[in-house]
């Protein structure tokens, strides 16, 4: 779905996020602002905290007539903590706001962790029960079309955030999704042993912080690295369920898509696991940009975006 998302519009190949941290990069993409600007470095802050009369990209549409909602996770969220609450959202930025929660909430204790019991900032991961439709992003995708039925009825200009909390850890989705991914042809990235000494000091400590995902038997890396595959599927398949509504509604000719991430990913390229680092693993992010009438699609820019 995301691949054909890509052929319908212009893919950015070399689109990069200003702070590859959800709070800080989410709080920057939302407000057109550096870090610098906002003075939001830390996860958890608000980004009224900082710039407490900052008017949001969300904000900039409803005072142009736009309904704005957000379903999901599109300012900073303890993820899986926070999910069916507020989070750190920002109220100010929406006139509807929902924070849906799944049966993926509910099977917490059958997760395996590097650390058990800690799902958020280590690897973790569960073939897990249940069909698309009952985990947090099936019902993100169910609100999200609801809404688009609303607007469509309604005739209402609508700005809609759809955040979608995979592929963060906890690797947590319907089992059909690993299946999809055999183990036993998983290759795990590996360095050679002297490899840190050609990297600066900050570079190698950002490396070796987590030191749980240090030197993982390869048979933990590849099943850490199956689910990772498997909640790319999983949410692929929710993205195309939103796109299909906009579509049989009618809607896809009237409206801009934008897909992105607030950052990149290491699965086992340096030796390091997720996120946190300037490595273009963690740094460069997705970004799609698909809307009526743009003229020849299918096109890729390679100029440095952010």
């Given at each position: 779905?995301?691949?054909?998302?890509?052929?319908?519009?212009?893919?950015?190949?070399?689109?990069?996020?200003n702070y590859p941290l959800c709070g800080p990069s989410r709080a920057s993409m939302m407000t057109g602002l550096y870090p610098d600007q906002t003075g939001h470095y830390q996860l958890r802050d608000y980004i009224?905290?900082?710039?407490?009369?900052v008017i949001t990209?969300?904000?900039?549409?409803?005072?142009?007539?736009?309904?704005?909602?957000?379903?999901?996770?599109?300012?900073?969220?303890?993820?899986?903590?926070?999910?069916?609450?507020?989070?750190?959202?920002d109220s100010a930025s929406w006139n509807e706001r929902y924070y849906p929660r799944g049966i993926d909430k509910d099977i917490e204790d059958k997760i395996f962790s590097l650390k058990p019991g800690r799902f958020g900032a280590t690897l973790s991961w569960l073939a897990?029960?249940?069909?698309?439709?009952?985990?947090?992003?099936?019902?993100?995708?169910?609100?999200a079309i609801g809404l688009l039925t609303k607007y469509k009825e309604t005739h209402t200009p609508f700005f809609l955030g759809v955040g979608f909390y995979?592929?963060?850890t906890p690797?947590?989705?319907?089992?059909?999704?690993?299946?999809?991914?055999?183990?036993?042809?998983?290759?795990?990235?590996?360095?050679d042993n002297d490899y840190f000494s050609a990297l600066p000091e900050p570079a190698v400590a950002g490396l070796q912080y987590y030191k749980e995902q240090l030197n993982l038997?390869?048979?933990?890396?590849?099943?850490?690295?199956?689910?990772?595959?498997?909640t790319i599927s999983f949410l692929d398949a929710q993205v195309g369920r939103v796109l299909s509504a906009l579509d049989s509604l009618g809607l896809r000719d009237n409206?801009?898509?934008?897909?992105?991430?607030?950052?990149?990913?290491?699965?086992?390229?340096?030796?390091?696991?997720?996120?946190?680092?300037?490595?273009?693993?963690?740094?460069?992010?997705?970004?799609?940009?698909?809307?009526?009438?743009?003229?020849?699609?299918?096109?890729?820019?390679?100029?440095?975006?952010?």
């Open positions: 779905n995301i691949d054909k998302l890509a052929k319908q519009g212009m893919m950015f190949t070399n689109a990069f996020c009224r905290q900082h710039v407490p009369d990209m969300s904000q900039n549409f409803m005072r142009q007539g736009y309904t704005a909602a957000r379903v999901g996770k599109m300012y900073h969220y303890d993820n899986p903590g926070g999910i069916g609450t507020p989070g750190h959202d897990a029960e249940g069909k698309d439709e009952e985990h947090t992003d099936g019902k993100v995708a169910t609100q995979k592929p963060h690797f947590v989705a319907p089992a059909k999704y690993f299946d999809l991914y055999n183990v036993n042809n998983i290759k795990v990235p590996h360095i038997p390869d048979s933990l890396a590849r099943r850490a690295i199956q689910g990772y595959y498997a409206t801009i898509i934008v897909f992105t991430s607030d950052h990149g990913y290491h699965m086992g390229e340096h030796g390091y696991y997720q996120k946190n680092t300037l490595f273009e693993n963690s740094d460069r992010i997705p970004m799609i940009i698909s809307y009526p009438g743009m003229g020849q699609t299918g096109k890729i820019s390679r100029s440095i975006v952010e």
